[in-house]
């Protein structure tokens, strides 16, 4: 028995990369996308730019307008967060609230140590938490490779 998309529950995903890009026909690219370590030479870095790229997908039955909240977490304690409001988004003819909602920081200090999670928060609705992202120093180099001298 196939299942309509629109009885599904409410999902999220969350991307890390260096950067987003909108592209011509409503599509959108992501620059430098990181899996599980995010990996440097020196123990702390600064990034011109870090961005934890959020998928969602939300089922006919949120009203609108209602407000999806989107942090970047390390540890589990906020560092940054921005809210959406949800009424501005496209709803696509299934009925559903589909969306990529990029939070991005310009001038992102990586630790050593860190453990950087995505969370997307819509109260009563949603509360995801992504797998997360650590932050790695790794003086020999990501793949082994002697410090360059």
Known sequence: M?????????????????????EEGGKVSLM???????????????????????????PSSVTKPTTIR????DRGKPLFAAEVVLDQLPTPMTGRMSAVLPLESFGFTATDGMVLQGQAVIEGVLDYTSDPLVVLSMPDGPNGAPRPQ
């Open 2 to 22: 196939s299942q309509d998309k629109q009885d599904y529950p409410p999902r999220a995903h969350v991307v890390f990369c260096d950067g987003v890009r909108r």
């Open 32 to 58: 430098g996308v990181y899996s599980q370590v995010l990996g440097f030479r020196e123990p702390r870095v600064l990034m011109p730019q870090f961005c934890a790229t959020f998928l969602v997908d939300l």
């Open 70 to 73: 989107l942090s970047l977490l």
